[in-house]
Nanobody, 117 residues
Framework: VQLQASGGGLVHPGGSLRLSCAAS????????MEWYRQAPGKQRELVAS???????DYADSVKGRFTVSRDNAKRTVYLQINSLKPEDTAVYYC????????????WGQGTQVTVSS
């Protein structure tokens, strides 16, 4: 399984971006799809997740601004980011947990989001 993240870029405060994370390869049972971010000098943090049943969860810092969704047919998970703030600047990573008997985490390569005026 390979995950390809895309959609990052440089945006002004208040702007929006939609990140995508597309999977290729043989995919079994998908348990959860998650988005993390890591700002310079900080630990990687979980910002959004969506389960196989479509349940979503968000970090308090992004609630109301970030929306995670998925397209099963395209094998893609999205992260819509609105009302961007400078503190949202980070490398955003996707992670999928796949497998029934032996769940395994797969990471995408990351996409840079920079919020600056």
């Amino acid at each position: 399984v390979q995950l390809q993240a895309s959609g990052g870029g440089l945006v002004h405060p208040g702007g929006s971006l939609r990140l995508s994370c597309a999977a290729s390869g043989s995919i079994g049972n998908i348990n959860a799809m998650e988005w993390y971010r890591q700002a310079p000098g900080k630990q990687r943090e979980l910002v959004a997740s969506i389960t196989s049943r479509g349940s979503t969860d968000y970090a308090d810092s992004v609630k109301g601004r970030f929306t995670v969704s998925r397209d099963n047919a395209k094998r893609t998970v999205y992260l819509q980011i609105n009302s961007l703030k400078p503190e949202d600047t980070a490398v955003y990573y996707c992670k999928w947990n796949i497998g029934f008997l032996t769940p395994t985490d797969y990471w995408g390569q990351g996409t840079q989001v920079t919020v600056s005026s």
